[in-house]
C-alpha cells in the first residue's frame, strides 16, 4: 500500500502552491514538469506523467514526465481511447489497475521501460465540458495504489485542469509562442496583422462564468458578411461542393455525438436537425441543380441560404422564424468547409472563439458550448434571462452589453472577457493582462476551496442553514456534489425540454428524475415542473405570437393548458418518487389558490391513474413558488394549501416592480433594493412560518452576499443556488450573527426609500 493516504493532503498543499506560483516565463511544460516530479516524490510512485489532449489530432501527448524514457516527452502520442490512458480520458473516468497488463486496453509502448511497473493508476483531466489531458501514475509494486490515491489524484486533476487552461489563455497573451498552442491546436491569432495593443473596455452585465480569451466572431450576419467570404478559392467545381457536403455531415454528427455523451439529459437533435436539411433535397438538391447550371457552389450555397433565411424569417410560425438561425449556422458551415482547401475531420468553427450575437436561443448556447466557444457576447437581454442560466450550468462566459459598436467589430479581433464583472475588454494590454493573471489565481484559490466545503453551514452564532443546488441540466450534479450541496432546491425541468427537438417521453423523464435522485442519494430535491413561456420557448411546440411573453402563456399556465404534457411530466415525477421520501415537486408561477387547487387535482388524477395501471409511484409533497406579487398578498392561504413554498426571487423582482429581467436597459429598475420586495419577502417567510410550512428561496438573491444578513434575518434558513456559489455562501453565512441580522433585517424594513435601503446595506458589516 503506497503512503499517499498520510501524505496526500501535503500533496495536495504542494501543488496549489505550485498552481498560486505558475511561473509565466517556464511556460506550461515547465510547471507540467514541476507538478510530476511532485507528484510522483509525495506519492512514492516510480513513475508520474501528464499527457494533454490536442483537440485538432484528437491525440493525447506526453509532455511531461518522470520516470519513463525522457526522449518520448513531446513525442508520445495516444489517440482517444488507445491504451489505458487513452481510454480513461474517452470514458472521463479513473482507472485504477493493481496490474496493467490484465487491463484489456493495455498497450506496450516500446522503449518506454514501461514493462517494469504493475500498478497503473490513470486520471482524466476535464474542463467543462472539454477534455484536457489525463495524469497517471505507475510503480513496480502490485496494486499499490488505493481509493484514497484516486480520489487525491482526482483533486490535483481538477486543479490542473483550471490552471492548463488558464495557462493557455495567459501564454498566447504573452505572445503565443507557447508550444501549448500548436500542441492543443488553438492557434489563436492566426495571422492576425492588425493585433496591437490599443485596449478598449466596454462595460456591460456579468451574466455567467467568469474570464475568457478569444478572437471576435460575429454570428447572425453570415450571409451579409461571412466571415469566411476572404477565404473563397476561385474555380471550385461540384465535387468541391460533394466534399464540402460530406464533411460537414461529418462534423454535425461528431458535435451530437459530443451533446449526446456530455448532455445525456439535453439529448439533443440539434445538429441532427441542420444534418436532415443538408440532406433535403429541396435544399441541398436544388443548390446542386444551381451549380449544374453553371451558378458557383460558393453563389449557389450562399443564395440557397439567403432564400430559406428570408422565407423562414417572414413566417408568422415562432418555431420558423427560430430556424433562420439554424439555416444560417449550416450555410456558414458549409461555405467555411468549401471554402477550406485541406481539412480534417474536426470543427472549424467556434473553438477558442468569443462569439458576439444580437440573440442567442437556449440551443445555440448548448451549441456553441460543444463546439468549444471561449466566450460570448449578447447585445442586449438581461443576466436573469436563461440563457444566461443555460450559460451558467454550462460555465460558458457570458457578458451582457447594450454598447452596439461590438457588431462592427472586425472578425478576430482579440478580445478579453469578464462574466463576473461584465466587462468586455479589446485589444487587452498589459495592464489588463496582469489584472487577468490575478483573477486567474484568486479563481485557481476558489476551486480549490470548493474541496474545503464543509458538509454543515452554520452562522456564526452556530445555527444550522441548508445550502441547496439550483440544478439546470444534470452535468451540474458533479458540481453540487463537489460542494456538498445538501440537496437540489431547484430542478429546472424545463430545460432538457428546451434544448431538444420534440417532447421527451414519459420513459425518458422518468428515467431522468430517477437518474438524479439516484446521484443525490437521499438528499432533498425539488422538481419544479415545466416553466415553458416567457424567454424559454419550445421551438418544437410554438404557442402563437405573444406581444408580452412573460406576461402571456407561461409557466403552470401553459401546463394546465396543456394538460397531455403536463400529466405526462407528472406520471414520469411520481414513478420516480417511488421509494424517494425525498423527492418532492413544485409548481412555478402560482398566482392563484385556484391554479395551485387545479394543478394538484391533476396530480391525484395522475396517482389514481397509474394506481389503476398496476404502475408503482409515490405522491411527493406538493409546493409552490411564490414569484408573483398576487402570490405575496395571498401567500397564507398559498402556505395553508401547499406542503411547502419557495420564493423565485428572480421573477418576483421582475413582476413586482414591472422591469423586465432580460431587458439590460432596465436593468436598474430591476432592484431587490426595493422596500416592496423586501416587505414581500419579510411577509412571506412569515406566512410559512406561521403555517408551519417550509420556505426556502431559490432565486440569484438567496446568492448575493450583501443581501445575506437581511435574508437570515427575516428567518431564511434554506437557500437553493448556483451551486458553484456554494463555497462563497457558506463561508459568508459563517461571518454572519443572527441577532445582529435580525436587528439588520428589522432597520431595512422601516425604510421608505430604495437609495436608503442601498446605502445601508453595507453598514452590516462595518464595525459597530
Ligand atoms: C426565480 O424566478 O427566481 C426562479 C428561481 O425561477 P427561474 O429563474 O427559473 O424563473
Ligand atoms: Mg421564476
Not at 472 to 497: H, W
Amino acid at each position: 500500500m503506497s503512503n499517499f493516504q498520510q501524505d496526500n493532503v501535503a500533496l495536495m498543499c504542494d501543488i496549489s502552491e505550485l498552481v498560486s506560483l505558475f511561473d509565466f516565463e517556464a511556460g506550461l511544460d515547465g510547471f507540467l514538469a514541476k507538478v510530476v516530479s511532485t507528484v510522483a516524490w509525495h506519492m512514492r510512485a516510480a513513475v508520474c506523467s501528464i499527457y494533454l489532449y490536442e483537440s485538432k489530432t484528437r491525440e493525447l501527448v506526453l509532455r511531461a514526465n518522470q520516470g519513463l524514457n525522457p526522449a518520448l516527452v513531446g513525442h508520445l502520442r495516444l489517440k482517444l481511447g488507445e491504451g489505458i490512458t487513452g481510454t480513461a480520458l474517452k470514458e472521463m473516468r479513473a482507472i485504477c489497475e493493481a496490474n496493467a497488463t490484465d487491463h484489456p486496453a493495455y498497450k506496450h509502448i516500446p522503449g518506454s521501460n514501461e514493462e517494469a511497473y504493475l500498478s497503473f493508476l490513470a486520471v482524466p483531466i476535464q474542463r467543462k465540458m472539454n477534455p484536457v489531458g489525463v495524469i497517471v501514475v505507475q510503480d513496480p509494486q502490485w496494486n499499490y495504489f488505493n481509493p484514497n490515491d484516486v480520489q487525491a489524484l482526482r483533486v490535483i486533476s481538477s486543479q490542473l485542469a483550471a490552471v492548463i487552461e488558464n495557462a493557455h489563455l495567459l501564454l498566447r497573451l504573452h505572445g503565443g509562442a507557447d508550444s501549448a498552442d500548436s500542441a492543443l491546436g488553438h492557434d489563436l491569432f492566426p495571422g492576425d496583422p492588425g493585433f496591437e495593443v490599443g485596449t478598449h473596455c466596454i462595460r456591460g452585465q456579468g451574466a455567467a462564468g467568469r474570464m475568457a480569451m478569444g478572437l471576435s466572431t460575429r454570428i447572425g450576419q453570415y450571409l451579409s458578411q461571412n466571415p469566411a467570404d476572404h477565404l473563397c478559392p476561385l474555380g471550385l467545381t461540384e465535387a468541391d461542393f460533394d466534399r464540402a457536403i460530406q464533411l460537414t455531415e461529418r462534423q454535425l454528427m461528431d458535435l451530437q455525438a459530443r451533446l449526446e455523451d456530455k448532455l445525456q439529459d439535453a439529448a439533443s437533435m440539434i445538429f441532427g436537425a441542420h444534418v436532415l436539411m443538408l440532406k433535403d433535397d429541396a435544399f441541398s438538391g436544388e443548390i446542386r441543380q444551381n451549380i449544374r447550371s453553371g451558378v458557383s457552389p460558393w453563389n449557389a450555397i450562399l443564395n440557397q441560404v439567403r432564400h430559406y433565411s428570408n422565407l423562414f424569417g417572414q413566417s408568422s410560425n415562432p418555431a420558423l422564424r427560430e430556424k433562420v438561425l439554424d439555416v444560417e449556422d449550416l450555410g456558414h458551415r458549409l461555405l467555411y468547409n468549401l471554402a477550406t482547401p485541406s481539412f480534417d475531420n474536426a470543427s472549424p468553427d467556434y473553438t477558442g472563439q468569443i462569439i458576439i450575437a444580437e440573440e442567442f436561443l437556449p440551443s445555440d448556447i448548448l451549441k456553441l458550448a460543444a463546439e468549444g466557444a471561449a466566450g460570448l457576447v449578447l447585445l442586449g437581454g438581461g443576466q436573469y434571462s436563461h440563457v444566461a442560466i443555460l450559460a451558467n450550468a454550462l460555465q460558458v462566459p457570458l457578458v451582457i452589453v447594450s454598447d452596439r459598436r461590438l457588431l462592427n467589430l472586425p472578425e478576430n479581433t482579440p478580445l478579453l472577457l469578464d462574466g463576473k464583472e461584465g466587462q468586455v475588454v479589446i485589444r487587452p494590454g498589459p495592464d489588463a493582462i496582469k489584472t487577468m493573471q490575478e483573477i486567474i489565481r484568486a479563481l485557481v484559490d476558489s476551486e480549490r476551496l470548493a474541496d474545503e466545503v464543509l458538509p454543515v453551514t452554520r452562522t456564526r452564532d452556530n445555527v444550522e442553514v441548508q445550502l441547496m443546488a439550483n440544478l439546470n441540466l444534470v452535468t451540474e450534479l458533479d458540481v453540487a456534489l463537489r460542494v456538498k450541496a445538501n440537496g437540489i432546491g431547484l430542478y429546472r425541468t424545463e430545460f432538457p425540454f428546451i434544448v431538444r427537438n420534440t417532447f421527451p417521453t414519459e420513459e425518458e423523464q422518468y428515467h431522468g428524475y430517477r437518474s438524479v435522485l439516484q446521484r443525490m442519494d437521499g438528499r432533498p430535491v425539488v422538481f419544479r415542473t415545466l416553466d415553458i413561456g416567457g424567454d424559454k420557448a419550445l421551438s418544437y411546440f410554438p404557442v402563437g405570437h405573444e406581444n408580452n411573453p412573460f406576461l402571456g402563456l407561461r409557466a403552470l399556465r401553459f401546463t394546465l393548458r396543456n394538460p397531455e404534457i403536463f400529466k405526462q411530466q407528472l406520471r414520469a415525477l411520481f414513478r420516480a418518487a417511488a421509494g424517494h421520501p425525498e423527492a418532492k415537486v413544485m409548481f412555478p408561477m402560482v398566482a392563484s389558490l385556484d391554479e395551485f387547487m387545479g394543478a394538484r387535482d391533476l396530480a391525484y388524477q395522475c396517482c389514481d391513474e397509474l394506481a389503476r395501471e398496476g404502475i408503482v409511484h409515490r405522491l411527493p409533497a406538493l409546493g409552490l413558488m411564490v414569484e408573483l406579487p398576487a402570490a405575496v398578498m395571498i401567500a397564507d392561504e398559498l402556505a395553508a394549501a401547499a406542503d411547502f413554498l419557495s420564493i423565485g426571487s428572480n421573477d418576483l423582482i421582475q413582476y413586482m416592480l414591472a422591469a423586465d429581467r432580460t431587458n439590460d436597459e432596465v436593468a436598474a429598475w430591476y432592484s431587490p433594493h426595493h422596500p416592496a420586495v423586501l416587505r414581500a419577502l419579510q411577509r412571506i417567510v412569515t406566512v410559512a412560518e406561521q403555517a408551519d410550512k417550509s420556505v426556502s428561496i431559490c432565486g440569484n438573491l438567496g446568492a448575493d452576499p450583501s443581501m445575506l444578513p437581511f435574508l437570515l434575518g427575516i428567518g431564511l434558513r434554506v437557500f437553493s443556488l448556483d451551486p458553484m456559489q456554494i463555497p462563497a455562501v457558506q463561508r459568508r453565512i459563517a461571518e454572519i450573527d443572527l441577532t445582529r441580522a435580525r436587528a439588520f433585517a428589522t432597520k431595512l424594513l422601516g425604510l421608505g426609500r430604495i437609495s436608503d435601503i442601498a446605502d445601508a446595506i453595507p453598514s452590516f458589516d462595518r464595525p459597530e
